[in-house]
Structures are given as structure tokens and as C-alpha cells.
């Protein structure tokens, strides 16, 4: 059985629900899996004045925590067509996993939110595919074999990169249905690979 890690940042809810559904398909595909957030940077006053969601149920990561998965899917907001400095600010503590090699071989996967359909969802993950081949991971996305990326009939994210959703300028749209399965979907791939690598 494989061991999942989904690392999150979610700001106002909106990863931390693709999180779930990330967890829930990988759930699906036999593996064992935690649901871990990384810590927040900011001030509790300055989160609360900017009415990012506090109560979220998933435990504060360590960067020690990750040597311990066979595969890491990890998500966050997009800033400016890049990951939050949360997540980053984590990712660069990794330096003693990268000296050791704590990493390599291991299932890389990504997937992010953006407020509007061209926001960054994709520079997003692809900028933070490098993070992932620096420490020898193995970059898995998120397969056009999920038709529900494809088709115009809806708004959508969703990319071969990874799942995704979109939350509108004003965070009040939560990801869709379809946005949900991508990120099951992505979950139950990763880990359905990285059950095939653990052997």
C-alpha cells in the first residue's frame, strides 16, 4: 500500500476542498493517506482581517514529515502565475531532504486555484515542477484520460498539469463538480502510480 501525503495551503477554503477530494481519490485507488497543511506566515491579525479561513481541520506539516510518503501531491492558490510564499516558503526549508536525497523517486503532483480562468493556474504548476525535479521526484499530472477537462460547456479548470479550480474575484465561487472529480481523479492516478513503483 502507498503512503499519500496532500500537502495544502488554502488561504479561504478553496484548496483545502480539493484537498479532500484529492485525499478521497487516493483513498479510492487503495492507499494510505494524510491530509497536511504547511504553516501560515502571515500574523493572526493580519489572517483575520483578511478573513482567511483559520478553523481547517489538517494538522501543520513539518518539512521532516515528507521523507516519510511514497508520493506528495501538493496544492495552493496561485499568486501572480505562482505558488503562494507559503507553500515556497516551506519548500525552501527542504534543503537537508534535498542533501540526503530524501526525495528522489518519489511521486511529485500539483494542483492549484486561481480567481479567473487565465489567472496563472497553469505557470503555477509548471513553475513549481522544478521544485519537485530538484529533489528527484517523479512529476505525474493530470491526464487528458479525464474527460471532464475537456469540452466547453461549463467554466472549469483543469489542465494536463494538474486539477484545478476557479474561485472568482471575490472567492465566492467553490470548486464545481467536475473540478472536484479532476482532483479525485489526480489523487487516485498518483497514487495508483505510485503503488505500481513502490512494487
Known amino acids: 500500500m502507498a503512503k499519500v501525503l496532500v500537502l495544502y495551503y488554502s488561504a479561504y477554503g478553496h484548496i483545502e476542498a480539493m484537498a479532500n477530494a484529492v485525499a478521497e481519490g487516493a483513498r479510492e485507488a487503495g492507499a494510505q493517506v494524510d491530509v497536511k497543511r504547511v504553516p501560515e506566515i502571515v500574523s493572526r491579525e493580519v489572517a483575520e482581517k483578511s478573513g482567511f479561513k483559520l478553523d481547517q481541520a489538517a494538522p501543520v506539516a513539518t518539512v521532516d514529515d515528507l521523507k516519510d510518503y511514497d508520493a506528495i501531491i501538493f496544492g495552493s492558490g496561485t499568486r ?8 515556497r516558503s516551506f519548500m525552501d526549508q527542504t534543503g537537508g531532504l534535498w542533501m540526503s536525497g530524501a526525495l528522489v523517486g518519489k511521486v511529485g503532483s500539483v494542483f492549484t486555484s486561481s480567481a479567473t480562468q487565465h489567472g496563472g493556474q497553469e505557470s503555477t504548476i509548471l513553475t513549481f515542477i522544478p521544485t519537485l525535479l530538484h529533489q ?9 484520460a479525464f474527460q471532464g477537462q475537456m469540452g466547453l460547456d461549463e467554466i472549469k479548470g483543469g ?5 484545478s479550480t476557479i474561485t472568482g474575484g471575490d472567492g465566492a465561487r467553490f470548486p464545481s463538480a467536475v473540478e472536484l472529480e479532476g482532483a479525485r481523479y489526480q489523487g487516485r492516478h498518483v497514487a495508483t502510480i505510485a503503488t505500481k513503483l513502490k512494487g
Open 159 to 163: 489542465s494536463p498539469y494538474g486539477a
Open 136 to 144: 528527484g521526484m517523479i512529476v505525474v499530472g493530470l491526464p487528458y
Open 80 to 87: 501572480f502565475g505562482n505558488v503562494t510564499s507559503q507553500l
